[in-house]
C-alpha cells in the first residue's frame, strides 16, 4: 500500500477485507480481512503495474486495489477448495 502510513494500511486493508468479505458471501474473521485487504492490495498493484503499467497510489486507491485484490484471492482460494 503505497503512500499510506503502517496504521492507515492495516485500517484500510481491514475496511477493504471485509468489504471483499461481503461481497464475496464469505465467513472470515477480522485478522483474515486485514491479511486479505492489504495482501490484496499488493497483488493487484502487481498485476495492474504488469498489464497497466501504474499502481493505485493514497487511501482510496489502496482501498480500491484491496477490496478488487482481496475479492481476487478468496476467489481462488474458493477455486482451489473445489478441486481438492
Same mark, same amino acid.
Given at each position: 500500500m503505497q503512500g499510506v502510513g503502517w496504521i492507515m494500511a492495516i485500517i484500510i486493508g481491514g475496511l477493504a477485507g471485509? #468489504? &471483499?468479505e461481503k461481497f464475496m458471501n464469505a465467513n472470515m474473521g477480522l485478522l483474515m480481512n486485514i491479511l486479505l485487504g492489504i495482501v490484496g492490495a499488493i497483488v493487484f498493484?502487481? #498485476?495492474a503495474s504488469l498489464i497497466f503499467g501504474? &499502481?493505485?497510489y493514497g487511501w482510496f486507491g489502496s482501498l480500491? &486495489?484491496?477490496f478488487i485484490g482481496a475479492? #481476487?484471492?478468496i476467489w481462488v482460494a474458493r477455486m482451489f477448495k473445489r478441486s481438492a
Open positions: 471485509w #468489504l &471483499a498493484n502487481f #498485476l501504474t &499502481a493505485a480500491i &486495489a484491496g475479492s #481476487l484471492l
